[in-house]
């Protein structure tokens, strides 16, 4: 995955700038302020009235209170018949804030994994550290990596991480593939290239660099993030009735156990227009998927033993 350092403005019909970023953020540069985010998250309803708030921030003197709270209004924080409540970008803020990206971190032992790598049929192991998940195995240069916010393992016990791990990762593709970017919530769409094309020449291993991989590019920002078609597709009907009627759910399925490098193998067809197909293989069945260069699926074809 990846964010560029800067980002476009927006220039959708209707929706403007209100507001210029370093002003909006410079707003929360006071931890009277995040505490006052902080309170109304935890306050009944989510809504306090001027005096509550204050009591909950622990602020005696009204006049400084108001002026710390005035800093928030309409941009974090809106007044109601009712009080205070926050606004969407506070609920957002808070929620940022409680993820632990930004007070957390964390880094465990590797954890061995049961399941071989599909590739090579060798050994993997689980690491976290540095926010990312790292899948690697010990026989070959495959890896699997994701950012993951340290406080998504909260409350975890660290044999749980894996699972927990794989959960979050389907989620950030259930999002992208809904068409909205992870980082900003802009228009998110798929296409179809290279993996040498894709990933960084460190990142290649020569025998997959023609094979295809998806990227999923925001519009507004250029957030890319990127996947091999076995977990792009994942999610499709097709898929998952092909794995339900062989007794899997899907959605319990390890994200490292689908790709298109070893149970499901992928190929171009054509590049121009691209067609690719990939296989996903449980026992002796077979399913196979042919996409353009969209992720369009084209059609698909079954086998059983």
Request: charged share 25%; hydrophobic share 35%; glycine share 8%.
């Given at each position: 995955m990846g964010v560029p350092a800067n980002p476009t403005p927006m220039s959708d019909p209707g929706?403007?700038?209100?507001?210029?970023?370093?002003?909006?953020?410079?707003a929360l540069a006071d931890a009277t302020r995040v505490d006052i985010l902080l309170a109304l998250w935890d306050a009944d309803d989510r809504t306090a009235t001027f005096s509550e708030l204050r009591d909950a921030v622990?602020?005696?003197?009204?006049?400084?209170?108001?002026?710390?709270?005035?800093?928030?209004?309409?941009?974090?924080?809106?007044?109601?018949?009712d009080g205070y409540t926050l606004t969407l970008a506070g609920k957002q803020i808070v929620g940022a804030?409680?993820?632990?990206?930004?007070?957390?971190?964390?880094?465990?032992?590797?954890i061995?994994?049961?399941?071989?790598?599909?590739?090579?049929?060798?050994?993997?192991?689980?690491?976290?550290?540095?926010?990312t998940v790292r899948i690697e195995c010990t026989e070959c240069p495959v890896v699997a990596t994701t950012g993951v916010p340290p406080g998504v393992f909260a409350g975890y016990d660290r044999d749980q991480f894996p699972a927990v791990a794989n959960r979050y990762f389907v989620t950030i593709f259930q999002h992208v593939a809904n068409g909205f970017c992870w980082y900003c919530d802009a228009r998110s769409t798929p296409s179809v290239a290279r993996v040498g094309d894709v990933l960084d020449d460190?990142?290649?291993?020569?025998?997959?660099?023609?094979?295809?991989?998806?990227?999923?590019?925001?519009?507004?920002?250029?957030?890319?993030?990127?996947?091999?078609?076995?977990?792009?597709?994942?999610?499709?009907?097709?898929?998952?009735?092909f794995f339900y009627e062989h007794g899997v759910d899907?959605?319990?399925?390890?994200?490292?156990?689908?790709?298109?490098?070893?149970?499901?193998?992928?190929?171009?067809?054509?590049e121009d227009p691209v067609r690719a197909e990939l296989t996903y293989r449980l026992d002796d069945a077979t399913l196979t998927i042919r996409f353009d260069g969209d992720l369009t699926v084209l059609d698909t074809e079954r086998s059983e033993a």
């Amino acid at each position: 995955m990846g964010v560029p350092a800067n980002p476009t403005p927006m220039s959708d019909p209707g929706i403007v700038e209100r507001g210029d970023p370093g002003t909006v953020f410079k707003a929360l540069a006071d931890a009277t302020r995040v505490d006052i985010l902080l309170a109304l998250w935890d306050a009944d309803d989510r809504t306090a009235t001027f005096s509550e708030l204050r009591d909950a921030v622990g602020v005696r003197d009204s006049g400084q209170f108001n002026y710390h709270l005035d800093k928030l209004r309409d941009r974090f924080v809106r007044k109601t018949d009712d009080g205070y409540t926050l606004t969407l970008a506070g609920k957002q803020i808070v929620g940022a804030i409680r993820t632990g990206a930004y007070t957390m971190t964390g880094s465990i032992d590797p954890i061995p994994l049961d399941d071989p790598c599909p590739t090579c049929g060798g050994d993997r192991i689980f690491k976290y550290e540095d926010e990312t998940v790292r899948i690697e195995c010990t026989e070959c240069p495959v890896v699997a990596t994701t950012g993951v916010p340290p406080g998504v393992f909260a409350g975890y016990d660290r044999d749980q991480f894996p699972a927990v791990a794989n959960r979050y990762f389907v989620t950030i593709f259930q999002h992208v593939a809904n068409g909205f970017c992870w980082y900003c919530d802009a228009r998110s769409t798929p296409s179809v290239a290279r993996v040498g094309d894709v990933l960084d020449d460190a990142d290649i291993i020569e025998e997959f660099a023609d094979r295809p991989m998806v990227e999923y590019t925001c519009e507004r920002c250029g957030a890319g993030v990127s996947c091999d078609p076995g977990i792009a597709l994942q999610t499709h009907p097709a898929v998952i009735g092909f794995f339900y009627e062989h007794g899997v759910d899907v959605r319990d399925h390890p994200f490292w156990e689908v790709t298109a490098l070893g149970d499901a193998p992928s190929t171009f067809l054509d590049e121009d227009p691209v067609r690719a197909e990939l296989t996903y293989r449980l026992d002796d069945a077979t399913l196979t998927i042919r996409f353009d260069g969209d992720l369009t699926v084209l059609d698909t074809e079954r086998s059983e033993a």
